[in-house]
């Protein structure tokens, strides 16, 4: 069983730009989730989807931060502008349901410099 | 401070030797989640508990949740170099039934 794909693995840009991470996640989960994880902390939930519905996006940063998951399958992250704060690793994750253990992807490393 | 508080923060062992991490919740922990991450890499799913009192082992690494469902704890027996890594604690701290919250990490080095 082919497990959750991130891309791309790492990305390096300059405060002010754009950047969007995409997820695939493992066939037939429908909960979605996108986590920031800052070295040295603890992984934070950003954004959390039921099939293609936001459950829980009260820690997304909305004045710059997106997320969306069309068709209830692929998900994609996008961050416009970037602050330097927002160096850190975004991970993917899904889930068979919300009870479920979650499985996560190799995650996307994001340097803003 | 944080909703989950694991310690130690890092730890270092000598092979062979026995360690415990810990994982404490200042609210009831209705679902604990024990991941796994190495450098570089996403987490890794260990154990699950549910239950005040519960406890499960996989190869040599053992969880349990305290009666009070608080705290949980991790123990690796005869610790081997591949345990290294960061070890993280996850929670569902509202009932809604995912885990939500994690822990600060705990990294584990051990030494050859």
Known sequence: EAGVAQSPRYKIIEKRQSVAFWCNPISGHATLYWYQQILGQGPKLLIQFQNNGVVDDSQLPKDRFSAERLKGVDSTLKIQPAKLEDSAVYLCASSLDRQREQFFGPGTRLTVL | ?112
């Open chain 2, 1 to 112: 401070s944080q909703e989950l508080e694991q310690s130690p923060q890092s730890l270092i062992v000598q092979e062979g030797k026995n360690l415990t991490i810990n994982c404490t919740s200042s609210k009831t922990l209705y679902g604990l989640y024990w991941y796994k991450q190495k450098y570089g890499e996403g987490l890794i799913f260990l154990m699950m508990l549910q239950k005040g009192g519960e406890e499960k082992s996989h190869e040599k690494i053992t969880a349990k949740l305290d009666e009070k469902k608080q705290q949980s704890s991790l123990h690796i027996t005869a610790s081997q170099p591949s345990h290294a890594g960061i070890y993280l604690c996850g929670a569902d701290l509202s009932g809604a039934g995912n885990m939500l919250t994690f822990g600060g990490g705990t990294r584990l080095m051990v030494k050859p």
